[in-house]
């Protein structure tokens, strides 16, 4: 069996309510124009639809999960960036040709930080409350080297300090 099958599949099934959702907010907009244009109705409605989307659009979204983590951990975020540039980070346990971080740091990374050092030092966290990581970088070039903030992998989402960038 085809592996995108089941994507195909999903797909399908989610057609119809994002269909319907979207046929619900078209018909509120048309019920809305033809509302206040008609000769009994009354603009309100559509000044509270276009305020609505303005403040919808422009609205600040809450911070996420890996900014939280990364503003309430700094601190210890920074001091495994420095065991990093000191090289006293270790490959033991399960994770291969990532570092593993010492016990007191656990709770910073779902297992293991991805260290490079060239063209500078750049360290990738996966924090387990997101699905974002949190990336200290040196220099602009030392992010270019991160498959999760360019290219193919992903994108840089934010910066979050001067080195410091989520991804």
């Avoid at 509302?35 to 303005?54: N, T």
């Avoid at 910073?108 to 996966?126: G, S």
Wanted: charged share 15%.
């Amino acid at each position: 069996m085809d592996a995108g099958l089941g994507l195909f599949f999903l797909c399908i099934v989610l057609a119809l309510p994002m269909l319907l959702g979207l046929l619900l907010v078209l018909s509120t907009v048309v019920a809305t124009f033809l509302y206040s244009f008609s000769p009994h109705g009354h603009p309100l409605p559509l000044v509270i639809l276009f305020v609505g989307g303005i403040i919808s659009m422009t609205a600040p979204l809450p911070p996420s999960p890996a900014q939280t983590a990364f503003y309430r951990y700094q601190s210890e975020y920074e001091a495994v960036v420095e065991l990093a540039r000191q090289r006293e980070l270790g490959h033991e346990g399960h994770c291969g040709y990532a570092y593993s971080v010492p016990d007191q740091y656990d709770h910073l990374t779902e297992e293991c930080v991805f260290v490079e050092y060239q063209p500078a030092l750049a360290v990738i966290f996966h924090p387990p409350s997101s699905h974002r990581v949190i990336v200290y970088a040196e220099t602009k070039d030392a992010l270019a080297v991160v498959g999760e903030c360019n290219g193919d992998y992903g994108s840089t989402f934010g910066q979050l300090e001067t080195e410091w960038f989520l991804c």
